[in-house]
Structures are given as C-alpha cells and as structure tokens.
C-alpha cells in the first residue's frame, strides 16, 4: 500500500510517499481502507521528533492519528462490523510507529471503531475523532462540567476547542471562549455565551469566579486566576509548575 512516511524527524519536507506492507489483522480489528485523515497538533510534534520520550519508534514511520473509511477485512473476533462499515476511529498508537493513518489501509481494534453516520461526509468524520475525544475526556471525565456551571474553554476556534464548547454547552455549562474577532460568529453558533478576543483582552482582567478551565494553550496562570476558590483546570497544553500545584490537581 502507499503510505507518507518519515525517516527521520525534521521539517514538513521530510515527508514523502512510500511503498509499505498492509497491515495484518488480529483477530480483535477490522482492516479500514482510508478515505481521509486529519493533522492535528500531535501531528507536527511527532515529526519535529517532540514524542520521542513518549514513543520509541523505528523508521520509517507513519504519523496520522484519525481515520475514516470503508471495513474491507474483519477479525474472527469482531462482532459488530462488517466488510463494507462505513467507519471513522482513532487508532490504537502502536509501538512500531507503522501504523499511522496517512496509508491507504489501517488495522483498527473494534473498540475504537464507530460507524460513520450517514449524513457526514468521509473528510468530515476524519476531523472529529481524536479532537472530539480529547474535548470529551476533559469535559466531561476530568472537569466533570455540570449543569449551571461557569466554564471557560481557551481556544475556541481550535480543533479541540469547537467540541469542547459544543459538548459543554450540552451539559448546560455557561461557556466563554476565547478567540480572534473573525471566529466570534462562529463560535455563538456553537453555543458560547461570550467570546473574548484574546489579542486585546486577558481572560485575568474580565472573568471570575469560574467553576471550571479547559487550558488549550498554556495560560494556567490566567486560567487560576478567573476560578472560584474550589475551580477546577485542566490544561492539554502545559505543564503546571510546582506553585500552580499546589493551588490545583495536575491531571
Ligand atoms: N487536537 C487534539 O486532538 C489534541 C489532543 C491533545 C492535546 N492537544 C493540544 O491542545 C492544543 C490545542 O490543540 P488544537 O487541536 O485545538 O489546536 P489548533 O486547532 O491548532 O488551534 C488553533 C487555534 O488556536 C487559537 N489560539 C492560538 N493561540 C491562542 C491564544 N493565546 N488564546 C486563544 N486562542 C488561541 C487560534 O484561534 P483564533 O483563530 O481564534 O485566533 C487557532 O485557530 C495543542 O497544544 C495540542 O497539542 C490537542
């Protein structure tokens, strides 16, 4: 099958089409012929060599964290799909760094699998799985945002931002963003109640007594100072340091 691999970190350059083995399945995946992929942030980190303390790889490797697709092998274990499943996932990471989903074909466990509705185009069920389950982790697993709440999600117009607001304003959250003037309408669309630019504003000076933050882009400072006493943060972006420790749960 045809892949884009690396061989070795660096530039976007590095990037190149290969001839590579199609997997083989275990008796617990499907094989998905990809119809498209997405690049998210994880994307250009792994190729800079970013994940190398995370994830001992060989080359050539395959980046690509997000599939959708057509099932055309099913393991002797899988119960719920069938050849020809229309199917978007986010593949298992797997220790050989082959198996990305910038390849025509990718082994996918049944459990990560859901069938792609039918109202959602190939291009646009690739865009939702690893940013939909990462704002779905922290919104609803770590922040454990309820109904009523004061939630503010950085970055809204980002990948993870727009189904973080989405799924907050689900739960009954009151949202705000914050964005560039250009993503303001969007973002109402979406939900939020109050959109903040961040070019002249700082989230520090106009927010307060928050239940709860959804750091995206390593502000934690400005995120602790907008919550109440008994807040919560999560950040996917950063890492606290000791005294913003002590005054939250690093998660
Ligand atoms: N994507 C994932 O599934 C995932 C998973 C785990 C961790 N992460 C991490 O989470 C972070 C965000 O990921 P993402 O996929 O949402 O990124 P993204 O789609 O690349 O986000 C880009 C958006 O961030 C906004 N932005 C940039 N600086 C900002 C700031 N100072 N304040 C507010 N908004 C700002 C910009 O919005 P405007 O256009 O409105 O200016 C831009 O459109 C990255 O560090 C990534 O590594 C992502």
């Known amino acids: ?52 303390p995370m994830f001992d790889w060989a080359f050539p490797i395959v980046l690509g964290w ?11 274990d899988v119960k719920s ?6 199917v978007f996932a986010r593949p298992d990471i797997y220790k050989d760094g082959k198996r990305g989903t910038y390849a025509e074909f990718a082994a996918v466990k049944e459990d990560k699998l859901a069938l792609k509705p039918e109202n959602v185009s190939f291009e646009e069920a690739a865009a939702i799985p690893l940013a939909g389950l990462t704002a779905w982790q922290v919104i609803v ?3 454990k945002v309820k109904k009523g709440e004061k939630v503010l999600i950085q970055a ?9 607001i989405q799924i907050a304003k689900y739960l009954g959250a009151y949202v705000a963003t914050t964005a560039s003037p ?28 928050y239940d709860a933050v959804f750091d995206t882009v390593d502000q934690i400072d400005e995120g602790l100072s907008t919550l109440k006493p008994a807040g919560r943060l999560v950040s996917i972006a950063g890492q606290p340091t000791e005294k913003q420790q002590s005054v939250t749960q690093s998660v």
């Open 66 to 76: 997000d599939l959708s697709g057509t099932i055309t092998e099913v393991g002797k």
């Open 156 to 164: 809204g117009a980002g990948g993870v931002g727009i189904f973080a």
């Open 81 to 86: 799909f069938r050849v020809g499943d229309e």
């Open 182 to 209: 250009k993503n303001n309408e969007l973002l109402k669309k979406l939900g939020a109640d109050e959109v903040i630019d961040y070019h002249t504003l700082s989230v520090a000076n106009v927010l307060k007594d």
């Open 1 to 52: 099958m045809k892949a884009i691999v690396i061989d070795e970190y660096g530039s976007a350059d590095r990037l190149h089409e290969a001839e590579l083995e199609v997997p083989k399945i275990e008796a617990d995946e499907v094989l998905v012929k990809i119809a498209a992929t997405s690049i998210n942030p994880i994307d250009w980190k792994a190729r800079l060599g970013m994940l190398k």
């Open 141 to 143: 697993d770590r922040l």
